[in-house]
Nanobody, 114 residues
Framework: QVQLVESGGGLVQPGGSLRLSCTAS????????VAWYRQAPGKQREFVAL???????NYADSVKGRFTISRDNAKDTVYLEMNSLQVEDTAVYFC????????WGQGTQVTVSS
């Protein structure tokens, strides 16, 4: 059974940076297109970024130029480097297959506040 684990969240001031990590058991992440999603309080979960198995990436317009998704196949880990964080980026961040077909993990909380 697939289990996803997100980590790296925290409290950061506007303009700050964080790096999130996504690991999994029961599946080899490097074989799939993996995406990051986020859910802010009272809002629906939304797409943030994706990375194909061959490394191509795509981003939501709201994070383009500020966030970078990457993967380390040796560690079977997908990362989300977040720079120039804004209050509006506050949310719980999740990773999943782009089809959202794996069970959701608990996510990692990112809070951007002064």
């Amino acid at each position: 059974q697939v289990q996803l684990v997100e980590s790296g969240g925290g409290l950061v001031q506007p303009g700050g940076s964080l790096r999130l990590s996504c690991t999994a058991s029961g599946v080899i992440l490097s074989a799939y297109t993996v995406a990051w999603y986020r859910q802010a309080p009272g809002k629906q979960r939304e797409f943030v970024a994706l990375i194909l198995s061959e490394g191509n990436t795509n981003y939501a317009d709201s994070v383009k130029g500020r966030f970078t998704i990457s993967r380390d196949n040796a560690k079977d880990t997908v990362y989300l480097e977040m720079n120039s964080l804004q209050v509006e980026d506050t949310a719980v961040y999740f990773c999943n297959r782009i089809t959202r077909s794996w069970p959701w993990g608990q996510g990692t909380q990112v809070t951007v506040s002064s």
